[in-house]
């Protein structure tokens, strides 16, 4: 399956792409990279996903309807993960 995970650099959008990817499924992250937790380690998490063959990411912010625009692809699935944690 074409499967979207937004959210992907983080914690538990990185451990889910893996399992995906670890099954064969083709994978497109986004992630907008923020700030709001340690950069270093969600990078870190980009290049393990990296590693895998069926693994596609872009940097893109879900707030901003144009960088929506720029996947035009159609997927099977879309796990949406990307937040900010902690936001009351």
């Known amino acids: ?4 995970v937004t959210g ?3 914690f538990i959008g990185s451990h889910v792409c893996e399992r ?3 099954d064969k499924h083709i994978v497109f992250g986004i992630d907008n990279l923020s700030g709001y937790y340690n ?3 969600k990078q870190e998490n980009i290049e393990i996903l990296k590693l895998y ?3 596609l990411f872009n940097i893109v912010d879900i707030t901003d309807k144009k960088q929506l625009n720029i996947i035009n692809r159609s997927f099977d699935v879309i ?3 990307a ?5 009351r």
Do not use: S
């Not at 399956?1 to 979207?4: D, G, N, V």
């Not at 937040?83 to 936001?87: E, I, Q, S």
């Open 83 to 87: 937040g900010m944690a902690g936001v």
């Open 20 to 22: 995906l990817l670890q």
């Open 8 to 10: 992907c650099a983080g």
């Open 79 to 81: 796990v949406h993960l």
């Open 1 to 4: 399956m074409k499967i979207l």
């Open 53 to 55: 063959p069926n693994f």
């Open 39 to 41: 950069v270093i380690q």
